[in-house]
């Protein structure tokens, strides 16, 4: 049972345009949450994370909206461009300096498509 | 810098046989971890461990083997492959300490168990 649900599976945006990418928690253990990017044949790379006392973070084109009451976090690509398509992946891992911290739970992935 | 390193990029195995999917960071990480990907299912955790001579079990243990005897380097083996194994396995390190931790991972190893 995954602990981090993601949608959409797949979404096709037209140069330009804005991808949004939706992920749901429930446990409230979770206090890190990253977003991955992997290109094909390639793995998953950091993009941008974030920590629940804060509601937003940008960086670049990227931006991660957090409501923490409603244990949801989203993914916007702003003016998306070719070069973005791929899979991007939500996560989630506890806190605490202790070995739980570094236990990433994924989504299950939304593939991203930008087109011309 | 190489980062994350893993070894063979591609294998075909029978079921029953027996293999170990190399891993090493020269990145001095105290953390490192193996993770499957699937199709639907995203990334799940298969082993990990917190520094030399220390391991423990993720969410899919089963059929798998670790050891850290180095910083450097995390082998997983698999003891008998079967075809619920065919997966694209993915090598990941970090620093040790608070979550935040940016996890670096491998560019993956394919494996296809017949």
């Known amino acids: 049972q995954q602990q981090v649900k993601q949608s959409p599976q797949s979404l096709i945006v037209q140069k330009g345009g804005i991808s949004i990418i939706n992920c749901a928690y429930e446990?409230?253990?979770?206090?890190?949450f990253p977003w991955y990017q992997q290109f094909p044949g390639k793995g998953p790379a950091l993009l941008i994370a974030i920590r629940p006392d804060v509601s937003e973070k940008k960086e670049g084109r990227f931006t991660i909206s957090f409501n923490k009451s409603a244990k949801q976090f989203s993914l916007h690509i702003m003016d998306s461009q070719p070069g973005d398509s791929a899979t991007y992946f939500c996560?989630?891992?506890?806190?605490?300096?202790?070995?739980?911290?570094?236990?990433?739970?994924f989504g299950a992935g939304t593939q991203v498509v930008v087109t011309p | 810098n190489a980062g994350v390193t893993q070894t063979p990029k591609f294998q075909v195995l029978k079921t029953g046989q027996s293999m170990t999917l190399q891993c090493a960071q020269d990145?001095?990480?105290?953390?490192m971890s193996w993770y499957r990907q699937d199709p639907g299912m995203g990334l799940r955790l298969i082993h990990y461990?917190?520094?030399?001579?220390?391991?423990d079990q993720g969410e899919v243990p089963n059929g798998y083997n670790v050891s850290r005897s180095t910083t450097e380097d995390f082998p997983l083996r698999l003891l008998s492959a079967a075809p619920s194994q065919t997966s694209v396995y993915f090598c990941a390190s970090s620093y040790r300490g608070y979550s935040g931790n940016t996890i670096y991972f491998g560019e993956g190893s394919w494996l296809t168990v017949v």
């Open positions: 996560a989630a891992s506890p806190r605490g300096a202790t070995d739980s911290w570094g236990k990433l739970q």
């Open positions: 990145m001095n990480h105290e953390y």
């Open positions: 461990s917190v520094g030399a001579g220390i391991t």
């Open positions: 446990n409230t253990a979770f206090d890190y």
